[in-house]
């Protein structure tokens, strides 16, 4: 999910005006090569597959959940938000996230790409490899499938009790206050060939060009967001999807309050084969998350494939097998739930960790996120309907701050790259990994902290002027009926 | 005329039925219900929420005789419903004041 990708890298640099120097202290660039078909078709189905995570992936699974009278208002909430999330990426949202904010552009971009201005079908832009480009659409459609399933992925956390308008205002403000930013101070940055061309620029300088370039240098490194110039590394969205998703999740789930009857009336899932199937969409669509957000058709992208099977495969295995032993049978919802579990703890880790260490991360994520879901919920009593606390919030700071260990070579991982040592060629550089875990631990408190701020500000603001809940009576009868007039199911 | 409901269990249906056919009695209603008199019911677990499930499946049959032939037709189904464990089920039987075929419109015995 992850593109730290910043086109205006290889666009003039006069688009910048605080990288002027560039300007002066470059050498001549090279034109940059067109994109290759082979990254250009990976990314198309890549993104494809992040939309079907989506829908139908992510609505049957949440859906199969709910009480059937509820069940079609599952459906329309992700397929709304969905369909909302894309105009709102287009017109504004991607130069919220991708673009230099100027004064602020530690915590957020700018305007300069509202409604895509600039860009057309030939714009290029970087990927994480010296001298290979993509197309900026690619990236836009990529990384807009991302703005889609983030807020969808919150409405889990207060099913069967929120109003459908309320709901829809809740995710164009809160992407605009918490998740554009987030996925600028966190994927935002100049680009490998950027910072390649000015420390080879710093190298081939003497005397006093030597301190410009040098400043050149620093300038572009800056040109980032706050959590990447801090280092921390998230390859495909640990904290700009999942734990942003979960805290806002959890805060709304309390704010909103609980379903009524919960915790003296039955509420079983309506039908766990379709949280099975929506469950298994979601771990083929996954190879779409994290592989593209490779940005191209490397070793790398297989790496994070590699990941993405084994990961998950030990959480599901670890949920079941705790189950097993603390309730006496091994559950579908359960093995369900830790594969999903598992994919979310491996996503920041997925281009960085080695198999083995993904295994390990995966059997950590099923057993504590069914701690989270079972024990510790009950013990609060909140009611996160779905678990998105549970699962993405909780499964996302442990593959965050988990990432820092697996990325270590030691354990098998890949290591950081560093593109100004060896101008036009990324080598790994030496790996500190206290300093590194502490570095994650320190984005995943920003971002924590940063979610919590927006998201109560919000639900309170919406509650005030719109109404969160609908009425009792409403929610007794379902919202299938009262807010969409419909059933889903006629038999 | 008396009407028999029966709650059985659900795969003593075909049973039921072929007995109740054989002793000439055609035509039934069923309807899939649930219910517990002294069965127990089970536990289920959804992530962290556990519930107590005391109803079971059952199904229920209601079948319109002749006074004359109600013992027979209760003794059949007995025969054929019972497995000798909890949760056999029950056999009601109450008094029937009018019955009509739609379909020519006869009446009492004649209908059923």
Same mark, same amino acid.
């Not at chain 1, 509420?267 to 669509?285: E, K, N, R, Y």
């Not at chain 1, 500190?432 to 995943?444: C, E, F, G």
């Not at chain 1, 009792?472 to 059933?487: A, C, M, P, V, W």
């Given at each position: 999910?992850?593109?730290?990708?910043?086109?205006?890298?290889?666009?003039?640099?006069?688009?910048?005006?605080?990288?002027?120097?560039?300007?002066?202290?470059?050498?001549?660039?090279?034109?940059?090569?067109?994109?290759?078909?082979?990254?250009?078709?990976?990314?198309?189905?890549?993104?494809?597959?992040?939309? /079907? $995570? %989506?829908?139908?992936?992510?609505?049957?699974?949440?859906?199969?959940l709910v009480r059937s009278k509820n069940m079609l208002s599952v459906l329309m909430q992700?397929?709304?938000? %969905?369909?909302?999330?894309?105009?709102?990426?287009?017109?504004?949202?991607?130069?919220?996230?991708?673009?230099?904010?100027?004064?602020?552009?530690?915590?957020?971009?700018?305007?300069?790409?509202?409604?895509?201005?600039?860009?057309?079908?030939?714009?290029?832009?970087?990927?994480?490899?010296?001298?290979? %480009? $993509?197309?900026?659409?690619?990236?836009?459609?990529?990384?807009?499938?991302?703005?889609?399933?983030?807020?969808?992925?919150?409405?889990?956390?207060?099913?069967?009790?929120?109003? /459908?308008?309320?709901?829809?205002? /809740?995710?164009?403000?809160?992407?605009?206050?918490?998740?554009?930013?987030?996925? !600028?101070?966190?994927?935002?940055?100049?680009?490998?060939?950027?910072? &390649?061309?000015?420390?080879?620029?710093?190298?081939?300088?003497?005397?006093?060009?030597?301190?410009?370039?040098?400043?050149?240098?620093?300038?572009?490194?800056?040109?980032?967001?706050?959590? /990447?110039?801090?280092?921390?590394?998230?390859?495909?969205?640990?904290?700009? #999807? !999942?734990?942003?998703? &979960?805290?806002?999740?959890?805060?709304?789930?309390? $704010?909103?309050?609980?379903?009524?009857?919960?915790?003296?009336?039955?509420?079983?899932?309506?039908?766990?084969?379709?949280?099975?199937? &929506?469950?298994?969409?979601?771990?083929?669509?996954?190879?779409?998350?994290?592989?593209?957000?490779?940005?191209?058709?490397?070793?790398?992208?297989?790496?994070?494939?590699?990941?993405?099977?084994?990961?998950?495969?030990?959480?599901?295995?670890?949920?079941?097998?705790?189950?097993?032993?603390?309730?006496?049978?091994?559950?579908l919802l359960g093995l369900a739930s830790g594969v999903v579990a598992g994919l979310v703890?491996?996503?920041?880790?997925?281009?960085?960790?080695?198999?083995?260490?993904?295994?390990?991360?995966?059997? #950590?994520?099923?057993?504590?996120?069914?701690?989270?879901?079972?024990?510790?919920?009950?013990?609060?009593?909140?009611?996160?309907?779905?678990?998105?606390?549970?699962?993405?919030?909780?499964?996302?700071?442990?593959?965050?701050?988990?990432?820092?260990?697996?990325?270590?070579?030691?354990?098998?991982?890949?290591?950081?790259?560093?593109?100004?040592?060896?101008?036009?060629?990324? #080598?790994?550089?030496?790996?500190?990994?206290?300093?590194?875990?502490?570095?994650?631990?320190?984005?995943?408190?920003?971002?924590? #902290?940063?979610?919590a701020i927006v998201s109560i500000v919000l639900y309170k603001l919406i509650d005030l002027?719109?109404?969160?809940?609908?009425?009792?009576?409403?929610?007794?009868?379902?919202?299938?009926?009262?807010?969409?007039?419909?059933?889903?199911?006629?038999? | 005329?008396?009407?028999?409901?029966?709650?059985?269990?659900?795969?003593?249906?075909?049973?039921?039925?072929?007995?109740?056919?054989?002793?000439?009695?055609?035509?039934? *209603?069923? *309807?899939?219900?649930?219910?517990?008199?002294?069965?127990?019911?089970? *536990?289920?677990?959804?992530?962290?929420?556990?519930?107590?499930?005391?109803?079971?499946?059952?199904?229920?049959?209601?079948?319109?005789?002749?006074?004359? +032939?109600?013992?027979?037709?209760?003794?059949?189904?007995?025969?054929?419903?019972? *497995?000798?464990?909890? +949760?056999? +089920?029950?056999?009601?039987?109450?008094?029937?004041?009018?019955?009509?075929?739609?379909?020519?419109?006869?009446?009492?015995?004649?209908?059923?």
């Open positions: 999910m992850t593109s730290r990708l910043n086109m205006h890298a290889l666009r003039a640099a006069g688009v910048l005006g605080t990288l002027a120097l560039l300007a002066l202290a470059a050498p001549a660039l090279a034109a940059p090569p067109p994109p290759n078909k082979g990254d250009t078709a990976f990314m198309f189905i890549s993104t494809v597959l992040v939309l /079907f $995570m %989506t829908v139908p992936g992510l609505a049957l699974f949440y859906g199969g992700v397929f709304a938000i %969905t369909c909302v999330m894309m105009i709102v990426w287009v017109t504004y949202g991607y130069s919220l996230a991708f673009t230099n904010g100027g004064a602020l552009n530690n915590y957020v971009g700018g305007l300069s790409k509202a409604f895509l201005a600039g860009v057309n079908a030939e714009s290029l832009g970087a990927t994480f490899s010296n001298g290979v %480009t $993509m197309y900026e659409y690619t990236f836009i459609v990529f990384q807009m499938t991302f703005a889609c399933i983030t807020p969808a992925l919150i409405v889990g956390a207060f099913a069967e009790r929120v109003k /459908f308008s309320a709901l829809i205002v /809740f995710c164009v403000l809160w992407a605009t206050f918490c998740y554009f930013p987030i996925a !600028h101070m966190v994927w935002y940055w100049a680009g490998p060939d950027a910072l &390649g061309d000015a420390a080879k620029a710093v190298a081939a300088a003497t005397g006093d060009a030597k301190v410009k370039a040098q400043a050149a240098l620093d300038a572009v490194t800056a040109d980032a967001g706050l959590l /990447f110039q801090w280092g921390a590394i998230d390859f495909a969205g640990g904290t700009v #999807v !999942h734990i942003n998703a &979960g805290v806002a999740g959890l805060i709304g789930a309390l $704010m909103i309050g609980r379903r009524v009857g919960y915790g003296k009336e039955a509420m079983p899932p309506h039908s766990l084969v379709m949280t099975m199937i &929506g469950a298994a969409m979601l771990w083929v669509g996954w190879f779409g998350f994290n592989c593209g957000s490779n940005l191209e058709a490397n070793g790398t992208a297989i790496a994070a494939m590699v990941n993405t099977f084994v990961a998950t495969a030990a959480a599901g295995l670890s949920w079941m097998l705790v189950e097993w032993m603390a309730k006496g049978k091994p559950s703890a491996v996503t920041p880790a997925s281009g960085f960790a080695g198999p083995m260490g993904s295994i390990v991360l995966g059997l #950590v994520a099923g057993a504590v996120c069914f701690v989270f879901c079972t024990t510790i919920k009950n013990a609060f009593g909140y009611d996160d309907s779905l678990d998105v606390w549970g699962i993405h919030g909780i499964a996302g700071i442990l593959g965050a701050i988990g990432t820092g260990f697996l990325a270590n070579p030691l354990f098998g991982g890949s290591g950081i790259l560093d593109y100004t040592s060896k101008p036009g060629q990324a #080598v790994v550089a030496n790996y500190d990994m206290m300093a590194q875990v502490m570095t994650q631990a320190k984005a995943v408190g920003v971002t924590v #902290v940063w979610c002027v719109i109404g969160l809940r609908p009425s009792i009576e409403k929610e007794r009868e379902g919202l299938d009926i009262t807010s969409h007039g419909e059933r889903a199911y006629n038999s | 005329m008396k009407l028999i409901t029966a709650i059985i269990k659900p795969f003593k249906l075909e049973e039921v039925r072929q007995a109740l056919t054989d002793l000439g009695f055609e035509g039934m *209603t069923v *309807t899939e219900v649930k219910g517990y008199g002294r069965q127990k019911g089970h *536990t289920e677990i959804y992530r962290g929420a556990e519930y107590a499930v005391s109803f079971l499946p059952k199904i229920k049959i209601e079948v319109v005789v002749p006074s004359a +032939g109600a013992d027979k037709a209760v003794a059949a189904i007995v025969a054929a419903a019972k *497995t000798g464990q909890i +949760g056999d +089920g029950k056999i009601f039987v109450a008094a029937i004041e009018h019955t009509v075929r739609i379909r020519t419109g006869e009446t009492d015995d004649a209908a059923i």
